[in-house]
């Protein structure tokens, strides 16, 4: 009956239901899942072990590739089974009990997780839960929408679930490219200088007889509701168009710029549909979650080549590509997380990295993660990865949040993601903020000058001022730095005038 | 009478004095200068240029390796020489300047400012001084005991300054290895896969018409006095000893760990003293500036083999070297700090980076640079090339400073140079918190168990449990988060009751 899907035939006899494979996982495991940015993700095995937690005690460790879908996590949350979780997330229920303490979050690079496994810098996992499209011949695995870490975290454990999702199109075979670096004091350059290069298998090869269990399932992929464009986006978008206009006149970038980065959400998202107005082509993406812009430029003749570990898309964008997929098949790949956001890649690659900030300061020093100095949101997922690493590192954001009670352009953000080091270009629907080759009080004039909401310049110009008689290489008034942060905690807005 | 030192004969009617070559600067150029750790720097045209600028307006923009010897940096700024300042510096009277804003610091990742001049994010040098023990028959130059930026400075540089300094020893010639990045699109991954390797040429291959002029001196190199170890630093090198000896037990760490590298300064350098009376053998080195310690390792036979971009030495230690060259020289080599510190390197060979932290706070942020949160101190060096690409990120200081007016562990530090992503072990001599794989509320917990002094312990555990009451992923107090920076600023102790 599956014959086409499970091609190595003695593997029929592993099929079981949900509930006979969870069993498999045991209270204080470690477990690996598939899934990044809410695709290729595990769907039944979570739910069975929901299930389960219900009649005997049951944590475990999770360990995926980055953020599932379904509200999975907040559901495995809800039920208590997550003694700590990593490396990143999305989940309001899961969010909760992060801030709460109740789960212990690790909030990691996304290219690192499998590099902490081999270092044994956290565990090995007892048991890894695939999303697959189909099993070969050889018993190899095809994985689904994403690769993130399941190539690695099926190899690494003892056993496998492989969850056979028959809702996913077939074509997704041949989109994968494996390449697992080799273990040190070994290890060789990833051969990668291309973009649209080839430098692994199609599919995971682990050793059949580690396979304990397949579950079929035919869960539709999850959509990613997508925020339309907006007047702010759209300005963001122009400014970023005029720099790289400006960019390509000068020399500094080619016609076609650099391989493009883009993080996941809607202000990235919507920038990048920005450029389908523009005048660049052949394009080309070395990113980690392919959105509906990627597919958006592809469609307009601006985009030449996609390279990610996940496809996520909202649910029309979804349903249009998925269906019409051997029209961009040969222009795609997905790549494990530790290739897609490699340093040695990123940097060799000359990467424009496009990340969305929560907020940022005086002096360009990004906060990506942290509420209030406090709270996580997400995670710093593979932001760091790109940012370090790129020829140019860009941060987009709205001035303002909260009807204009929180602005993003702050005194001294309350957490610190990415350093003033690593930061070259800053973008608010007011301006955009050149900040290459400045010191920190140049940094700090150009980001007053070009990005911080009318309503906040002249307390953020005062702030500057009054900081810069007292000197430093990078002047701040120490007992007020965090001063908005605190006024937004106790009056709600972050001027206590209003 | 200079024909061994300079062997292209053509270019012997190019020796003039230090004044005249100094002459080719011009006001407003952008000038690269060799020197790295105070090794292998410009010596004659600095000073040179110190006694121009009295007579007429003068002001230029400095691009070195990294930080100058004698003095040179602050002689220059207090002559109102320089504008622009990048990417390192050590020097009182320079740090002054900088932070009383009369001079722009661009306070750089080493590894980075090559690819930024190549990008066009700061300018590329008018004009290169670089130190040279001699050049060859093709006109290429051989630097001395430095490589740092000078390879790609004098490449990119439209002229070149020669300083051939006649009292460096000859047999620094054959110990460099010059590898240069391709440009993009076109770059390639850099061979490099052994810390014995070596990739390049032993001579910075330029075009000798560029050659403007050659200054002759005979200036020692500048010693760079280390304190002695003491009783704190043997601790922490116990602490870490200790921790490397389980690593191995466990199976973590092969016998010879893994290439080590070393930060600059007494601390790092009493510790890595500390290896000579280890178990450990077969040590190799991937770092930036060899300092004593690397030869006090060399002669007790635990040393294998040290890759650095500089050699700075003690004037003990430089005289005794330096005069046994031939007995290091096979086990040796210097690169340039792009490939010395380079992303792709550090994360393929996995090297274990030891700097030294200023403060570090409750859940592992590093501040390395900052005084009180805005002061300059040096710059940030290589330790973030080094730390964000690890395979063990570890970070040493003494938990006081300043008679225990000054706890190095914070609730916040005043500045965030390494986030928590990136900081797997932190020591102090009162012990060693090992972070990896711990949430925040965790890795604060290890931090007060092991880190902290005693005198600061109970204020640290009383901020950490108020914070935790509040909530968050990072639980923190905004209203005193910065309050022991504000207590030292204000009554010169961090602890208001003293």
């Known amino acids: 009956m599956y014959s086409e899907r ?25 477990v690996g899942m598939s899934g990044f ?30 953020s599932l879908g379904r509200g999975l996590d907040g559901l495995m949350a809800e039920a208590g089974l997550l ?61 689904t929408s994403s690769v993130g870490n399941s190539a690695s975290l099926a190899l690494m454990a003892r056993q496998v679930i ?30 990668l200088v291309r973009v649209d290069e080839r430098i692994g298998t199609p599919a995971i090869e682990i050793d059949p007889a580690k396979i304990a269990a397949i579950v079929i399932c035919d869960t539709p992929e999850t959509a990613y509701p997508m925020l339309p464009p907006d007047n702010e986006t759209q300005a963001i978008a122009n400014h970023l168009i005029g720099f790289f206009e400006r960019e390509v006149a000068s020399g500094r970038l080619a016609g076609n710029l650099a391989p493009l980065q883009v993080g996941v959400g809607s202000i990235a998202n919507a920038v990048m549909h920005g450029l389908i107005e523009s005048s660049f082509s052949d394009l080309t993406l070395y990113s980690e979650v392919l959105q509906d812009s990627a597919f958006a430029l592809f469609d307009a003749g601006r985009l030449g080549f996609a390279s990610g570990c996940s ?32 340093p040695e890649v990123a ?25 209030g100095g406090t709270r996580m949101m997400n995670g710093i997922g593979g932001s760091g990865d790109f940012t370090r690493n790129a020829r140019l590192a860009i941060f987009v954001t709205k001035s303002v949040a909260k009807d204009g009670a929180i602005s993003s352009v702050v005194p001294m953000v309350g957490h610190v993601d990415h350093t003033e080091h690593d930061v070259d270009i800053l973008v608010t629907e007011q301006g955009l903020a050149d900040l290459r080759g400045l010191a920190p009080r140049e940094r700090a004039r150009a980001i007053i000058d070009n ?8 307390a953020l110009e005062d702030y500057f001022a009054r900081a810069c008689e007292r ?27 209003g």
């Open 451 to 458: 990005c911080v909401h009318p309503d906040y310049r002249a």
């Open 347 to 371: 940097r060799r690659l000359g990467i424009i990295g496009i990340n969305t900030a929560l907020e940022f300061d005086l002096y360009g020093n990004v906060n990506s993660t942290h509420v």
């Open 162 to 191: 492989v969850e056979l999702n028959l809702g996913c199109n077939p074509l997704l075979e041949g989109l994968h490219d494996i390449h697992i670096p080799e273990d040190r004091p070994d290890r060789q350059p990833i051969p």
């Open 311 to 342: 496809i996520t898309l909202s649910e029309d964008c979804g349903r249009r590509v998925f269906a019409d997929l051997g029209k961009y098949r040969d222009r795609l790949v997905l790549r494990p997380q530790e290739i897609s956001n490699h």
């Open 37 to 66: 940015g809410g695709a290729g993700d595990a769907k039944a095995i979570p739910l069975a072990l929901v299930e389960r937690a219900e009649g005997a005690p049951l944590r475990i460790n999770l360990i995926t590739g980055a």
């Open 83 to 143: 003694a700590r979780r990593m490396p990143f997330q999305g989940d309001p229920l899961l969010r909760r009990a992060i801030n709460a303490g109740d789960v212990m979050f690790i909030d990691q690079h996304l290219s690192e997780v499998v590099e902490q496994i081999r270092d044994g810098h956290i565990p090995t996992p007892d048991i890894a839960v695939i999303e697959a499209v189909a099993i070969t011949e050889q018993g190899h695995i095809v994985p």
């Open 6 to 30: 499970i091609r190595l035939a003695s593997l029929h006899d592993r099929i079981m239901s949900a509930a006979q494979a969870a069993a498999l996982i045991e209270d204080g495991m470690t």
């Open 471 to 497: 000197g430093g290489q990078t002047p701040h008034l120490l007992g007020e730095a965090l001063s908005w942060h605190l006024n937004l905690e106790e009056r709600g807005h972050m001027l206590k005038a």
